[in-house]
């Protein structure tokens, strides 16, 4: 019987770790196509809808509301924050909070439109 009980504490365990590793995986992620989409010299208006979009692929609570993007010369900042429940346990969620902040060099031209 304590061995049940072990293997069971030891299950949860390693559901909850895998299910929160998985969480900040997607977030490093999201923060990497940011950097990436960052780099390419778009606009700030065309940056916040790629960023958008990214976070739907990722399937993210992030809106357009939500991002503040600022654009230099070379030079582009984007910052958000949201946060993803993670079930850590059966029946009880986690909201584990997000925060992006990307600092990028643009490697290519602005476009001008």
């Given at each position: 019987?304590?061995?049940?009980?072990k293997l069971i504490v030891v299950a949860l365990i390693?559901?909850?770790l895998w299910r929160v590793a998985t969480?900040?995986?997607t977030f490093y992620r999201f923060?990497?196509?940011i950097n990436e989409a960052a780099m390419q010299g778009t606009t700030e208006a065309d940056l916040k809808q790629k960023v958008v979009e990214l976070?739907?692929?990722?399937?993210?609570p992030v809106t357009a509301e939500d991002?503040?993007?600022?654009?230099d010369v070379q030079h582009v900042s984007v910052?958000?924050?949201?946060?993803?429940?993670?079930?850590v346990l059966p029946g009880y969620e986690y909201p584990l909070p997000f925060t992006v902040d990307v600092d990028a060099y643009?490697?290519?031209?602005p476009v001008r439109r």
């Open positions: 019987m304590k061995t049940l009980i390693a559901n909850a969480a900040y995986t923060k990497d196509s976070a739907r692929t990722y399937d993210l991002l503040t993007v600022t654009r910052k958000t924050s949201y946060t993803s429940p993670v079930a643009v490697i290519a031209a």
